[in-house]
């Protein structure tokens, strides 16, 4: 599943400019004491996985929902063939003779 995340566009709009003035808003309004690393980390990388807890400091320090911070992408792709688990042919019988188990 691709998500865009959209922090950066929220901060802004909220005149957040730098990770410290995040890494304040965090503390101040939401209780959530965040290292400078994981918050530039927040703003600069796309995060792999975010906790709940994580997404709803954000969103009372930012005065948004999760609406404003995450767009998910819900179109459907394709599935792609497993390597090494090629189709097998089914094996043919002798004549007159039942195949043996698999």
Same mark, same amino acid.
């Given at each position: 599943?691709?998500?865009?995340?959209?922090?950066?566009?929220?901060?802004?709009?909220?005149?957040?400019?730098?990770?410290?003035?995040?890494?304040?808003?965090?503390?101040?309004?939401? /209780?959530l004491e965040m290292s400078?690393?994981?918050?530039?980390?927040?703003? +600069?990388?796309?995060?792999?996985?975010?906790?709940?807890? +994580?997404?709803?400091?954000?969103?009372?320090?930012?005065?948004? +929902?999760?609406?404003?911070?995450?767009?998910?992408? +819900?179109?459907p792709v394709e599935a792609?063939?497993?390597?090494?688990?090629?189709?097998?042919?089914?094996?043919?019988?002798?004549? /007159?003779?039942?195949?043996?188990?698999?």
């Amino acid at each position: 599943m691709n998500i865009k995340w959209r922090l950066r566009m929220a901060a802004a709009q909220k005149e957040v400019w730098t990770g410290a003035e995040l890494r304040r808003l965090l503390s101040e309004r939401a /209780g959530l004491e965040m290292s400078a690393a994981s918050v530039s980390a927040l703003l +600069t990388k796309q995060p792999a996985q975010l906790k709940l807890h +994580t997404l709803a400091a954000l969103c009372t320090a930012l005065g948004c +929902t999760p609406n404003d911070l995450i767009e998910v992408d +819900t179109a459907p792709v394709e599935a792609k063939p497993r390597p090494g688990k090629a189709a097998k042919a089914p094996a043919k019988a002798a004549r /007159g003779r039942s195949m043996p188990p698999l």
